[in-house]
């Protein structure tokens, strides 16, 4: 059981470094800073987006980094943490789950998954600019 799981464990770890180290990040934040300011939507929030749905370790890392940086208690805290609460670690739970058992269709699951993370962040962004903004 073990030996089956090692590879997609591997796979995942190698695919979250090589995200999080390409300086990939960076770049869409600067290209996407108008469009979300319009929006009123902080653009500290947008990295923990993405990589919530890519790893839990990697999004509570950068939710830590926001503690520290703005507080727990400030708007970014507040919606950090509602945000964690609200989404899933989609692709994690796909690959590690779905590959022990060998699941190799994973197109509707995976579209589903993301759905649902889209639908937390946006609901949060709403519920706590209304609370707490």
Known sequence: M???LFPTFIAMILAVNLFINSGFLPAILEYLRPFL???????EILPLAIIRPISGSASLA????????HGPDS????LGSVMQGSTDTTFYVIS????????KKI???LIAG????????????????LLFN
């Open 37 to 43: 300011s319009f929006l009123k939507i902080p653009v």
């Open 62 to 69: 950068y939710l830590n980094n926001i503690y520290s940086t």
């Open 107 to 109: 197109r509707y699951s």
């Open 114 to 129: 993301l759905f649902a993370d889209l639908i937390g962040i946006i609901a949060s962004i709403i519920v706590v600019n």
């Open 2 to 4: 073990i030996l089956n």
């Open 96 to 103: 590690l789950y779905f590959g022990s058992i060998g699941i």
């Open 75 to 78: 708007f970014l805290g507040l």
